[in-house]
Structure formats: structure tokens, C-alpha cells
């Protein structure tokens, strides 16, 4: 009976990885396909305190002012290829690395289903995705920021100093998640394996 639930999880939780992965794929194929498109527009928040006449907008109650520390949205309506390609940068690394992500997990679940999911090989998989996650994503980060950067000095009339206004901490704390299950579950089958032994 437990067997047949875990392998159910095992099974849903696989078919999941597999989804994430081919909807990343597929988001991130549909990006490039857009940023090579002349004529397609380009979002980038821009920091409010390079921007000015903040103080002058309509439209919000007294007492109610733009955050001088924001970030605002703003469209390139007919960007060049450069300033697509940065937009690009800006989200492609992020796609990539989740739909690689999902792809290792997916073939680490569909190995945990046809056989005993708690072996020492399944928790050095789950640690490399978890590594993977980590400094992959840490990489991806800085690449997005710097892409922002660079899009930003594009769009900004005075040069001013980008502050990255986002955080890798999610990638980091995943990586950490995945790293400690992985620890966790190789623990698991030394101390079985011990128990095998001395039974």
C-alpha cells in the first residue's frame, strides 16, 4: 500500500517536472522568436531617482507620491536589435536554467519510479541539480542584472548608477533545499545500509 503511494507521488511529481520543463522550453524558444522580431517592444523598470517630474503625476490622492527608491516600467515601443537582444538576456538565462532544472529532476524521479528510489546514486543527483540550482541560478542572476544594466543606460537620458533591485536568493535557498534532501537521503541509505550488516 505505501509502495503504491509513493510510487502514485513519484509518478505525478515526474509527469510535473516534465511539464515545467517542455512550458520552459517552449517560453523560452517563444522569447527568442520575439526578440529577433523587428518592432517588438521592450519592458524595463527604471530606477525613479534617475528619473524627474515624479512630483508632478496625477492621478493619486494627496500625500500619495512615487517611492523615490521605486523602480517604474517603461516600453521601448521600436527598440533596436541590441536593445532587444538585452530584454532577451534579460529573462532567457532565468527559462533556461528552469527548464534544465526540471529536465534533471524529471529524469531523477523517472529513475527513483522504475527502481528503489532511496539509493546513493539518487542523492548524488539530487545534490548536483541542487548545486546546479545554486550557482547556475547565481550566474543567470548576474547576467540578467547586468542586462538590465546595460538596457537601462540605453533608455536613460543622464548616466546614473545601476543598483541590482532584485535578489538571487530564491536560486540560492532552492539550491540549498535540493543540496540538503540529497545530504539527507544518502545519510538514510548508509544508516540502512549498516543495518543491512548487522541484520
Known sequence: MLGNR????????RITATFVFIAALCLAVAMLVIALIPGSPVTQELPAA????????????TGVAVNPSGWIPFTIHDPSLAQR?????TVLPGLVLVAEIARRMANLLRGAQA?????????????????????????????????????????????VTFRPHQTPL??????????????????????????????
Open 50 to 61: 534617475a528619473l524627474t517630474g515624479l512630483d508632478r503625476v496625477g492621478g493619486v490622492t
Open 170 to 199: 530564491g536560486w540560492l535557498a532552492v539550491g540549498l533545499i535540493f543540496v540538503a534532501f540529497g545530504q539527507i537521503l544518502d545519510r538514510g541509505v548508509t544508516m540502512r545500509a549498516e543495518l543491512d550488516t548487522v541484520i
Open 115 to 159: 527502481s528503489d528510489p532511496f539509493t546513493a546514486d539518487t542523492a548524488r543527483a539530487l545534490v548536483a541539480v541542487g548545486k546546479i540550482t545554486a550557482f547556475a541560478g547565481l550566474g543567470a542572476w548576474i547576467l540578467s542584472q547586468i542586462a538590465q544594466g546595460v538596457l537601462s543606460w540605453t533608455m536613460l537620458s543622464s548616466p
Open 85 to 89: 537582444l538585452l530584454g532577451l538576456l
Open 6 to 13: 509513493l510510487g502514485t507521488w513519484l509518478r505525478w511529481l
